[in-house]
């Protein structure tokens, strides 16, 4: 009985080590992903803008030739 005991409890401590091990390797895994997703909508933000500044800059060469022409 005892020596089950030991078996048993040498069996869930080696189980242990290697869930914690498992669990920090998805805990770095998620904040690197958190970190790809930030830097993700960053660059969008970054795109979005650079696209509206050159529809403005568009919509005001438009305006101007439509003023000379007339």
């Known amino acids: 009985m005892i020596r ?3 078996f048993t409890l040498l069996v869930v ?3 242990g080590c ?5 669990v ?10 958190a970190q790809e ?4 909508k960053a ?5 979005q803008s650079e696209l509206d500044a050159a529809a403005r800059a568009s919509a005001e060469q438009r ?3 439509e003023k000379d022409s007339q």
């Open 4 to 6: 089950l005991a030991a």
């Open 13 to 15: 401590s080696i189980a």
């Open 18 to 22: 290697g869930l914690t091990e498992t």
């Open 24 to 33: 920090g390797s998805a805990a770095a895994d998620a904040t690197s992903k």
């Open 37 to 40: 997703i930030k830097q993700g």
């Open 43 to 47: 660059t969008e933000a970054r795109a």
């Open 63 to 65: 305006q101007a030739a």
